[in-house]
T-cell receptor, first 111, second 114 residues
């Protein structure tokens, strides 16, 4: 079973920041937080991951709370092409453990 | 660098037949994982191969099998197809050189069983 809880759906206005929350209250010290997204019927796309520090790349920012029990994925300027299902996944850092997907958050970016 | 490629992209089979799907990982990636996505069950892990050996296995019946070749390309096979095997089959590859293994997915093969 997935170890994360995400809202089922969210809307965001085009050009605004999209903030997608994720709860992972049972996360262990050696588990990373990964974010993927899946645009309709395509393969999931890797976005970002982190352990305890905030992370930023060209796609998004990941903010992890100090107690690591929750995180927020931030898309700074959402576009219509960001409409997708976003998955937050907790995964052990050592070894190549499988990704356990939950139901994710369906983000709709509205013009 | 080219991404993960999967062939064929679409496939229609009938119940009882078998099917083989192919996955070519990103160049240099040595681990290949397979996932099944259905509307009812979501994305579920099938198995993972590294150095031609199955390293992890999900909770699927023995009708689902796979293999990996020396060039890291992988195939998965489903025998005696059932209607419920209709799904998007996804392949993901990773470097398998460090403790952190980000997986990168291919576009998937959509299988329809009639």
């Amino acid at each position: 079973d997935a170890k994360t809880t995400q809202p089922t759906s969210m809307d965001c206005a085009e050009g605004r920041a999209a903030n997608l929350p994720c709860n992972h209250s049972t996360i262990s010290g050696n588990e990373y937080v990964y974010w993927y997204r899946q645009i309709h019927s395509q393969g999931p796309q890797y976005i970002i991951h982190g352990l305890k520090n905030n992370e930023t790349n060209e796609m998004a920012s990941l903010i992890i709370t100090e107690d690591r029990k929750s995180s927020t994925l931030i898309l700074p300027h959402a576009t219509l092409r960001d409409t997708a299902v976003y998955y937050c996944i907790v995964r052990v850092g050592a070894g190549n453990t499988p990704l356990v997907f939950g139901k994710g958050t369906r983000l709709s970016v509205i013009a | 660098k080219a991404g993960v490629t999967q062939t064929p992209r679409y496939l229609i089979k009938t119940r009882g037949q078998q099917v083989t799907l192919s996955c070519s990982p990103i160049s240099g990636h040595r681990s290949v994982s397979w996932y099944q996505q259905t509307p009812g069950q979501g994305l579920q892990f099938l198995f993972e191969y590294f150095s031609e050996t199955q390293r992890n296995k999900g909770n699927f019946p023995g009708r689902f099998s796979g293999r990996q070749f020396s060039n890291s390309r992988s195939e998965m096979n489903v025998s005696t197809l059932e209607l419920g095997d209709s799904a998007l089959y996804l392949c993901a590859s990773s470097l398998a050189q460090t403790h952190q293994e980000t997986q990168y997915f291919g576009p998937g093969t959509r299988l329809l069983v009639l």
